[in-house]
């Protein structure tokens, strides 16, 4: 199995962190704009992984309401069978909410946010300006519960 990606550091060069390994904190505490960044780049490649191990079956779309296993279809078989227990409407908005999270607009969401955290390592020793820096942090907001989220002391 091949060694997965090593991440970009702040200021774009290779850091040699690999996605999952604990980060170094600055002396100071504070999680810098670099850190925030390599954290953000290491769950974009999770999501990643993720997505391309369900976009095997080509595009998603849902079966034919009433059909006996109704749900999400790829390659003409059905592979997420949705049945809530909350009835036929239901089943449907939750067939549309996973169809609007399928692996190929997920990979597009991922590349967008590839973009944005290219533009962001362009700024000089990873520092940010207070508010752009507060942008970078409701990006990693989600990610709240990870063990390697660079929690401000």
């Known amino acids: 199995m091949a060694?997965?990606?090593?991440l970009a550091g702040p200021d774009g060069v290779n850091d040699g962190t690999l996605p999952g390994e604990r980060l170094e904190r600055p002396a100071d505490g504070h999680a810098r704009a670099g850190l925030w960044i390599t954290f953000l780049r290491a769950r974009v490649e999770e999501?990643?992984?993720?997505?391309?191990?369900?976009?095997?079956?080509?595009?998603?779309?849902p079966s034919d309401p009433g059909t006996a296993r109704y749900g999400v279809m790829a390659a003409g078989r059905v592979i997420a069978p949705v049945l809530t227990g909350r009835g036929p409407a239901a089943d449907e908005e939750v067939t549309f909410h996973v169809l609007r999270n399928?692996?190929?607009?997920?990979?597009?969401?991922?590349?967008?946010?590839?973009?944005?955290?290219?533009?962001?390592?362009?700024?000089?020793?990873?520092?940010?300006?207070?508010?752009?820096?507060?942008?970078?942090k409701k990006f990693a907001a989600p990610f709240h519960d990870h063990p390697d989220y660079p929690e401000e002391p």
């Open 3 to 6: 060694e997965p990606p090593r």
């Open 47 to 61: 999501e990643r992984r993720g997505a391309l191990a369900a976009s095997g079956d080509g595009w998603w779309e």
């Open 102 to 136: 399928q692996p190929g607009r997920t990979l597009d969401d991922l590349d967008a946010k590839d973009d944005l955290l290219d533009l962001l390592d362009q700024f000089p020793d990873g520092l940010l300006a207070a508010r752009l820096l507060d942008v970078v």
